[in-house]
Nanobody, 121 residues
Framework: QVQLVESGGGLVQAGGSLRLSCAAS????????MAWYRQAPGKQRELVAS???????NYVDSVKGRFTIDRDNGKKTMYLQMSSLKPEDTAVYYC???????????????WGQGTQVTVSS
């Protein structure tokens, strides 16, 4: 019943900005770490940014200084603010979260369906 839904993707020119959102819904007891991944055509999925339950963040080197990951625990939503976008940022961006459905269940990883980000030169 747990679902992650991304939104905010689209087409933007190089140098522009986009804000991605990932909303969690369904049977949720707690959400621990969350992360954004991306996958470009013909390439391996890569971790872009992560945020712990305590809001500590990490970024892949290629996006440092340009992207900001954040979360709103009350809304069960994670965000990725992307600025100074480059064509190499073009990819499908996926939301990932570690979620406990109930207090008695272990954490499990969930994935969203992805949202397309296309950056034109």
């Amino acid at each position: 019943q747990v679902q992650l839904v991304e939104s905010g993707g689209g087409l933007v020119q190089a140098g522009g900005s986009l804000r991605l959102s990932c909303a969690a819904s369904g049977s949720i007891w707690r959400i621990d770490a969350m992360a954004w991944y991306r996958q470009a055509p013909g390439k391996q999925r890569e971790l872009v940014a992560s945020i712990t339950g305590g809001s500590s963040t990490n970024y892949v080197d290629s996006v440092k200084g340009r992207f900001t990951i954040d979360r709103d625990n009350g809304k069960k939503t994670m965000y990725l603010q992307m600025s100074s976008l480059k064509p190499e940022d073009t990819a499908v961006y996926y939301c990932n979260a570690n979620i406990r459905a109930t207090w008695s269940e272990p954490y499990r990883e969930y994935w969203g369906q992805g949202t397309q980000v296309t950056v034109s030169s």
